[in-house]
């Protein structure tokens, strides 16, 4: 019976421990979801190219939020703020530990625990530390609205000074 014990328990840690294989990295880790994305096609600058009607203009506007590092670095701490986000909400649900252990000293057992906490926020610290982080998400998203809005009108302003130099 204890080497059944032993041979369970060696199954089990052997489980919990195998390695990624080269699919499960490929299937979970994709190159694409950090890359740029962004397009000015929506309510807010569909009248910018209705205005100007030039598509040498709207082809550089979306290589530009497609190329710039900047603007993967305003996603990229966009990303922060909401992974600190869903951190802070977690906080506020209950947690659960669990143990599992096995003794052998001639006689062998195996013991187990489960223990479900809640702290409770009875002065709002966690809420705070939520609200915070909500309004930190806001901001990254804010900035990086600003910033395209910046790329947009600087790429629109050299665009425009080219073509009338180079008349």
């Known amino acids: 019976m204890k080497l059944f014990y032993i041979i369970l328990l060696a199954l089990f840690f052997a489980s919990c421990a195998s390695p990624y294989t080269q699919e499960e990295l490929n299937s979970e880790f994709k190159l694409d979801d950090f890359k ?90 966690y809420t705070n530390a939520k609200n915070a982080y909500e309004e930190q998400l806001n901001i990254a998203n804010e900035n990086l609205e600003f910033f395209k809005i910046s790329l947009v009108s600087d790429i629109a302003l050299a665009y425009f000074n080219l073509k009338i130099f180079a008349k």
């Open 36 to 125: 740029n994305s962004y397009d000015l096609r929506d309510e807010k600058t569909d009248s910018l190219f209705d205005i100007f009607n030039d598509d040498e203009l709207k082809k550089l506007i979306d290589m530009a939020l497609l190329k710039n590092s900047d603007i993967f670095i305003y996603d990229s701490r966009l990303k922060i703020a909401e992974s600190q986000l869903k951190i802070a909400i977690s906080n506020l649900m209950p947690s659960v530990n669990g143990n599992i252990g096995y003794r052998f000293n001639g006689d062998s057992s195996i013991d187990t625990s489960l223990m479900a906490s809640w702290e409770l926020d009875l002065f709002g610290k």
